[in-house]
């Protein structure tokens, strides 16, 4: 299969909502494993960061979310280095509170199975008060 072929399968699988099961699933998954790894924890939520050009960090705080598929860094020094390897001197990190129901972990990073707005000083999809 075609390399564009599967990005774009991909992205339509991604579109959609995670199932409510998963979403409980991925919650009790991931705060144990932020646990187990030192990484901060508030109840549902993990503290992570982000790391991107100043062009894009200004766009996050101006819509107030993350697309599908971004990317979080589980320490500062991570996200710094994917941010500064990719964007330069013109790069920022911020730490965010992400709800652990659409995130993966992938090593250091975790990554969001949809879309993330900013309610309430944390990211969350967007059905959730």
């Known amino acids: 299969m ?22 409980k699933t991925n ?17 549902e939520y993990i503290f992570l960061f ?12 101006k819509s107030g979310k993350f697309r599908n598929g971004a990317w979080f860094g589980a320490d500062l020094e991570t996200a710094q280095l994917y941010a500064s390897r990719n964007h330069g001197e013109k790069s920022s990190v ?14 250091d990073y975790w990554v969001s199975n949809e879309e993330l707005f900013f309610k309430n000083s944390r990211y969350m999809p967007k059905d959730m008060n």
Not at 2 to 23: G, H, N
Not at 50 to 61: E, Q, V, Y
Not at 94 to 107: C, E, Q, R, T, Y
């Open 27 to 43: 919650v009790e998954k991931n705060i144990k494993l932020a646990k187990e790894r030192g990484i901060r924890t508030d109840g």
């Open 50 to 61: 982000h790391g991107t050009s100043n062009a894009n960090m200004k766009k996050i705080h």
């Open 94 to 107: 911020d730490s965010v509170l992400v709800w652990a129901g659409v995130i993966n972990s992938s090593g």
């Open 2 to 23: 075609k390399f564009d072929t599967v990005c774009e399968q991909y992205m339509s699988e991604a579109k959609a909502r995670v199932p409510d099961d998963v979403r």
